[in-house]
């Protein structure tokens, strides 16, 4: 059965600043019982926390986070380079999924390199299938960038079959496709989807400012810019269309992220999505 939990990358600076068991703690709370690990650092004593909270408060482990490479500034472990650490990580905390939350950066518009990139993503799957591990990759909206007609994601999903797909309800449609018709498309192949909600926001009184001024550029970036991320519910997206057929897709977990808050707390957001996807009737998902 699904299970709707959190994207722990929104934890990240909790977890720096109470722990991960507290903070786990909290999200637990608000009523949530899994947690995608990402951008936490995994640390002796991290993985030692996330295993006392799976072991003390139920916290599921759905996967753990992974670049191909390692990345200045990335608090994720490499799949090239950290490969045994990351299996060990997964069979310590009972996970059996490991997910590269982005491209790299240089490989974003160039054909040759999204296929180097596939082939040595589709390399380091084998390996972590030899330990029972599946790999997957969660998408953003640059892969909606077309080559020779085709879609980067399916290019990536042809040239890597042993990758599978995390696919991101906000991120599909800030691509311009349909999030039901995409989770449909890759329909068994994708075993964990993300929760976000797409939300036009308001053009801000600054904008309205500089058209006064006689600045129409300024206005017209900050007209093009009102595009929002939102918790779940708040937002334009049908989430009572996609929660059904993610869970009829074969997802396993569906995980709420927010990537930018506008003022609001961490725990004010989770509440909120979590609150409204009650209100929606999937509370039994929880």
């Not at 977990?253 to 961490?266: A, H």
């Amino acid at each position: 059965m699904a299970r709707i939990g959190v994207q722990a990358m929104m934890l990240r600076e909790s977890v720096a600043e109470i722990g991960a068991f507290e903070t786990l703690r909290r999200v637990r709370e608000i009523g949530y019982g899994a947690i995608e690990v990402s951008q936490i650092p995994m640390t002796e004593d991290n993985v030692g926390q996330l295993e006392k909270a799976r072991d003390e408060l139920g916290i599921e482990i759905a996967a753990l986070s992974a670049g191909l490479t390692s990345q200045p500034g990335g608090a994720n472990d490499a799949l090239e380079g950290d490969l045994e650490k990351i299996v060990a990580d997964c069979r310590r905390l009972g996970s059996d999924m490991v997910r590269i939350g982005m491209l790299p950066f240089d490989c974003m518009t160039e054909l040759d390199k999204v296929l180097d990139f596939c082939d040595r993503a589709e390399a380091a799957a084998g390996l972590l299938q030899e330990n029972g591990i599946r790999l997957y990759y969660h998408n953003h909206h640059i892969e909606f960038l077309k080559f020779d007609g085709r879609y980067m994601l399916d290019v990536i999903a042809d040239r890597a079959p042993n990758v599978g797909l995390e696919l991101d309800v906000h991120w599909l449609q800030r691509g311009g496709v349909n999030p039901v018709a995409v989770i449909q498309q890759y329909a068994g192949r994708v075993r964990m989807v993300h929760l976000k909600d797409y939300r036009i926001g308001e053009i801000r009184p600054a904008a309205f400012e500089a058209l006064a001024q006689g600045d129409r550029a300024a206005f017209m970036r900050e007209f093009s810019d009102v595009v929002q991320f939102a918790e779940v519910g708040e937002g334009n997206l049908d989430f009572p269309s996609i929660v059904p057929v993610a869970v009829a897709s074969g997802a396993e977990f569906l995980l709420v992220e927010q990537d930018l808050l506008y003022g609001r707390t961490v725990w004010e957001a989770l509440q909120t999505s979590h609150d409204n996807l009650v209100a929606m009737g999937f509370a039994d998902l929880f």
